[in-house]
Nanobody
Framework: QVQLVESGGGLVQAGGSLKLSCTAS???????????MAWFRQAPGKERDFVGS????????LYADSVKGRFTISRDNVEKTVYLQMNSLKLEDTAVYYC???????????????WGQGTQVTVSS
């Protein structure tokens, strides 16, 4: 079991920016470097959707078309933390944002083994 904790959410005006963080706890047999990491989001009444992912080395990333060019995912394996820098935020970005860890970085929920509890991002007009 890997424990992931997200932080950095809040209320922001459309066009503004936020940076989310997700930090993994130390656990027996856990090696943060071995996991791909991803961000998903879920708005009320909607499916949980893929946002972005990053491989263990950080050399390759994937993004949903809806956030490409606005969001950037990165990771710091020393700090065991993955980040999501969100710029030019839109009303439709409002959601609970979740980080996840898995053995691949493809944009499918069932590819990820461990999930954080989420952090709320609310974008106002």
């Amino acid at each position: 079991q890997v424990q992931l904790v997200e932080s950095g959410g809040g209320l922001v005006q459309a066009g503004g920016s936020l940076k989310l963080s997700c930090t993994a706890s130390t656990a027996s047999g856990y090696n943060f470097d071995a996991y791909a990491m991803a961000w998903f989001r879920q708005a009320p009444g909607k499916e949980r959707d893929f946002v972005g992912s990053i491989i263990w080395s950080g050399d390759e990333t994937l993004y949903a078309d809806s956030v490409k060019g606005r969001f950037t995912i990165s990771r710091d394996n020393v700090e065991k933390t993955v980040y999501l820098q969100m710029n030019s935020l839109k009303l439709e970005d409002t959601a609970v944002y979740y980080c996840a860890a898995g053995h691949t970085f493809i944009p499918r929920m069932d590819s990820y083994l461990y999930w954080g509890q989420g952090t709320q991002v609310t974008v106002s007009s």
